[in-house]
């Protein structure tokens, strides 16, 4: 088998294939044929694929688990790190978290959502900027729920295994992660672990949570969508969030005119 040419993909069969990851999932393929065939070929050709026609016919018919993941790690690219874009952490911790302390006296809760959290590293750093704020501050309910659409993603994230990036503050490494002797990276704390819950969710899902969200995180995500999609899901990120509510977004994003949110900083929108 020859592993240094890519399988070929019919016209049909490509059409096939973007409407059926659009339905389902709103990633936007219809300009990525190339990168279908090169991303996909290799992995193919390992499971015993001559071409791509067999594979995407099993995968419309069974929608497998196991072939979805396949396409979707493929496709779109889980990587993320520590501190990622870190204004937005400062705006957080200066200026929204003194705000819900106040506002959020009562119940003694604050809900984040951390969608697309791909390997975890998103919401475990919004969970050790909740901390460091709440210390001190009496007995908050910090838990924040993670989602990903991708399953390998997900279960690397509670494995919570890292390599430790040189901004880290040193007292944070200290207090929220342990050195792993065998590989040599560092290990998310139990107590940080615990505080961050991970789910599999896939944002084309109808969004029914039990309470609103006072943040959302959900940046990197929508680059893989159509405009119609990218506003349908900004919608719906707007009907889950508490009034007054904060949506952030990658520094490569923007929503636009938006008339349902007000923008207070560089990609980062509040509910009006």
């Known amino acids: 088998m020859d592993f240094f040419h890519d399988l070929t993909v019919t016209d049909e ?47 419309f018919q069974t ?30 911790s200066n200026t929204i978290l003194p705000q819900l302390a106040v506002a959020r006296q009562r119940e003694r809760s604050v809900s984040i959502w951390s ?58 490494v200290r207090r929220y992660f342990t050195k792993d002797a065998a590989s040599g990276k560092y290990k998310v704390s139990k107590a940080l672990r615990d505080n961050v819950i991970f789910r599999p969710f896939n944002l084309m899902e109808p969004m029914h949570f039990r309470r609103k969200f006072d943040v959302i995180f959900c940046r990197n995500v929508m680059i893989y969508f159509d405009q119609p999609t990218r506003d ?15 949506f ?4 490569s994003e923007s929503l636009g005119q938006n008339p349902k949110f007000r923008q207070v900083s560089p990609s980062i929108y509040q509910k009006r």
Request: charged content about 25%; hydrophobic content about 35%; some cysteine.
């Open 115 to 172: 969608a697309g959290c791909s390997s975890g590293e998103e919401p475990y750093t919004l969970s050790i900027y909740l901390k460091e704020f709440f210390s001190g501050k009496g007995t908050w309910d910090t838990r924040i729920l993670a989602t990903d659409i991708s399953h390998q993603a997900m279960q690397k994230a509670q494995i919570g295994l890292y390599d430790m990036p040189a901004d880290m503050p040193e007292a944070w």
């Open 248 to 251: 952030f977004i990658s520094h």
């Open 63 to 92: 929608k497998s688990q196991e072939d979805l993941e396949l396409v979707l790690n493929k496709l779109t690219t889980n990587y993320t790190y520590f501190l990622r874009e870190k204004d937005h952490f400062t705006y957080l």
């Open 232 to 246: 349908a899901l900004v919608s719906r990120f707007y009907d889950v969030l508490e009034p007054n509510g904060y």
């Open 13 to 59: 069969d490509f059409h096939k294939l973007v409407q059926f990851i659009q339905k389902n999932y709103g990633i936007d393929l219809s300009k990525k044929r190339a990168l279908i065939t090169s991303r996909l070929s290799h992995s193919l050709k390992e499971r015993g694929y001559t071409s791509m026609k067999p594979f995407l016919e099993h995968l």
